[in-house]
């Protein structure tokens, strides 16, 4: 006879100290992968090495893995905007998330909380649209640099400074973004596959202009020669005319069926409705909240809240880069830029555009930087490897001749366009208490 028990145990003794068993994946720690239902994927803490499956471990800023093969210009100016908000609430400079202050009831409209709400409302909708367009044009300037010819993504960096000025910013946040596709903006990849086979195909013509040019002088000479022979052989060259054209019909049905074959394109690109895109930035935003808040219950999150002070914005690029609403800031490159190699040593990575300074020296510990941040990565995770050049193995150091090796090594310049250097966004943030 079966026996009816209750499915749940009867608490133990309060003076018996009892050990209960867990799985090691029952909770996910902020150094596990974190997976939801949806396409994408979420890592915290882990970078993968180029090429391998296993994850290596990092405890200095955490990483969201996107599930895509590159992260496009609208997925990274969607995910640094949303940063932004992160950070201004996160640092203490507005009461509420920025998505809520729009929803908070308007008291009096000449109160100095609504002015202060409207004006860094303005400024965040201002630059949300900015960055939109702001990665367009550092995908294309970064395509058109002389560097990366040999490669497709590249590395891209965005730093939001909490402080009274960009010189005197008492806390630094970097997002860095492994695997932003590098893309001429307006180029389609069907058309320019298009351009470089037409061009081969403009160059076969040219070719075969030649070809036939000669055939019609020799043909001139034979028509000449012709008409001195006797009028007997007439049947004979109109037959011969007529097995000519048909050969020629036949000639040029296959030509033409040759040139189809040739002329078909490269497939497009899979289609990606507008629909499933939101979708897809979406989720990608919620990946990054929930990573941040994992992240801050591990330890390395974004803390330190401080007191309302101004926010300023800043991304890396070259000095081709265009756009009407960033300002070149030649005169704070070594101070970011230390603070970068700080943000990368802690990730365990290299630029190949940036020079790291002495990189023997042991840094100060993390726990008393002010530089903190989150990465941005494909499912391939972050590159491990260090990339000087675009193409290492194509430069050779010749000791028997160094002023040659020199030579080589000018040559190997590029040009000034190349130069990365920082861009202040013209507008700014003004952090408040009241509301």
Same mark, same amino acid.
């Given at each position: 006879?079966?026996?009816?028990?209750?499915?749940?145990?009867?608490?133990?003794?309060?003076?018996?100290?009892?050990?209960?068993?867990?799985?090691?994946?029952?909770?996910?720690?902020?150094?596990?992968?974190?997976?939801?239902?949806?396409?994408?994927?979420?890592?915290?803490?882990?970078?993968? +090495? &180029?090429? =391998?499956? @296993? $994850?290596?471990?990092?405890?200095?800023?955490?990483? /969201?893995?996107?599930?895509?093969?590159?992260?496009?210009?609208?997925?990274?100016?969607?995910?640094?905007?949303?940063?932004?908000?992160?950070?201004?609430?996160?640092?203490?400079?507005?009461?509420?998330?920025?998505?809520?202050?729009?929803?908070?009831?308007?008291?009096?409209?000449?109160?100095?909380?609504?002015?202060?709400?409207?004006?860094?409302?303005?400024?965040?909708?201002?630059?949300?649209?900015?960055?939109?367009?702001?990665?367009?044009?550092?995908?294309?300037?970064?395509?058109?640099?002389?560097?990366?010819?040999?490669?497709?993504?590249?590395?891209?960096?965005?730093?939001?400074?909490?402080?009274?000025?960009?010189?005197?910013?008492?806390?630094?946040?970097?997002?860095?973004?492994?695997?932003?596709?590098?893309?001429?903006?307006?180029?389609?990849?069907?058309?320019?596959?298009?351009? +470089? &086979?037409? =061009?081969? @195909? $403009?160059?076969?013509?040219?070719?075969?202009?030649? /070809?036939?040019?000669?055939?019609?002088?020799?043909?001139?000479?034979?028509?000449?020669?012709?008409?001195?022979?006797?009028?007997?052989?007439?049947?004979?060259?109109?037959?011969?005319?007529?097995?000519?054209?048909?050969?020629?019909?036949?000639?040029?049905?296959?030509?033409?069926?040759?040139?189809?074959?040739?002329?078909?394109?490269?497939?497009?690109?899979?289609?990606?409705?507008?629909?499933?895109?939101?979708?897809?930035?979406?989720?990608?935003?919620?990946?990054?909240?929930?990573?941040?808040?994992?992240?801050?219950?591990?330890?390395?999150?974004?803390?330190?809240?401080?007191?309302?002070?101004?926010?300023?914005?800043?991304?890396?690029?070259?000095?081709?880069?265009?756009?009407?609403?960033?300002?070149?800031?030649?005169?704070?490159?070594?101070?970011?830029?230390?603070?970068?190699?700080?943000?990368?040593?802690?990730?365990?990575?290299?630029?190949?555009?940036?020079?790291?300074?002495?990189?023997?020296?042991?840094?100060?510990?993390?726990?008393?930087?002010?530089?903190?941040?989150?990465?941005?990565?494909?499912?391939?995770?972050?590159?491990?490897?260090?990339?000087?050049?675009?193409?290492?193995?194509?430069?050779?150091?010749?000791?028997?001749?160094?002023?040659?090796?020199?030579?080589?090594?000018?040559?190997?310049?590029?040009?000034?366009?190349?130069?990365?250097?920082?861009?202040?966004w013209d507008g700014r943030f003004v952090g408040f208490a009241d509301w």
């Open positions: 006879m079966p026996f009816i028990t209750h499915g749940i145990a009867p608490p133990a003794p309060r003076g018996i100290c009892t050990k209960t068993m867990q799985s090691p994946t029952a909770t996910p720690t902020a150094h596990q992968p974190i997976h939801e239902k949806t396409n994408s994927a979420l890592q915290i803490g882990t970078v993968a +090495k &180029e090429g =391998e499956s @296993e $994850a290596v471990e990092i405890s200095a800023y955490p990483v /969201v893995k996107l599930d895509t093969d590159t992260i496009t210009d609208e997925t990274a100016g969607r995910l640094a905007s949303s940063l932004l908000g992160h950070v201004l609430f996160l640092k203490n400079q507005v009461p509420f998330p920025v998505q809520q202050l729009g929803r908070i009831p308007g008291g009096q409209t000449n109160s100095r909380a609504f002015k202060q709400r409207t004006e860094l409302l303005s400024s965040y909708d201002t630059i949300s649209s900015h960055l939109d367009t702001t990665f367009s044009a550092l995908s294309t300037a970064l395509a058109r640099s002389s560097r990366h010819t040999q490669r497709k993504v590249a590395l891209a960096y965005l730093a939001i400074l909490v402080g009274p000025s960009i010189g005197t910013a008492k806390s630094k946040v970097f997002l860095g973004i492994d695997g932003l596709e590098m893309r001429v903006w307006g180029e389609d990849r069907v058309t320019a596959q298009k351009t +470089k &086979e037409q =061009e081969k @195909e $403009a160059g076969d013509d040219d070719d075969d202009s030649e /070809v036939e040019g000669g055939s019609e002088d020799d043909s001139d000479d034979e028509a000449s020669e012709s008409a001195e022979e006797p009028e007997d052989s007439e049947e004979e060259d109109e037959a011969s005319d007529e097995d000519q054209s048909i050969e020629d019909e036949n000639g040029d049905e296959s030509d033409s069926g040759n040139y189809s074959v040739t002329d078909n394109p490269s497939p497009p690109p899979p289609y990606v409705s507008h629909a499933e895109q939101q979708r897809f930035l979406q989720n990608a935003d919620r990946l990054l909240s929930r990573i941040l808040a994992t992240a801050d219950a591990g330890g390395n999150g974004i803390t330190s809240e401080m007191t309302p002070t101004q926010t300023h914005v800043l991304i890396r690029a070259p000095r081709r880069f265009e756009h009407p609403a960033w300002i070149p800031r030649q005169n704070i490159a070594a101070s970011l830029d230390a603070a970068l190699s700080d943000f990368l040593l802690g990730t365990g990575i290299e630029d190949p555009d940036l020079e790291l300074p002495s990189a023997g020296v042991p840094k100060q510990n993390k726990r008393n930087s002010k530089v903190e941040g989150v990465w941005i990565a494909p499912r391939t995770g972050i590159r491990r490897r260090s990339l000087r050049h675009a193409n290492p193995t194509s430069i050779e150091h010749n000791d028997a001749h160094p002023a040659l090796d020199m030579k080589t090594q000018d040559s190997e310049k590029v040009d000034e366009g190349d130069e990365m250097i920082w861009w202040s």
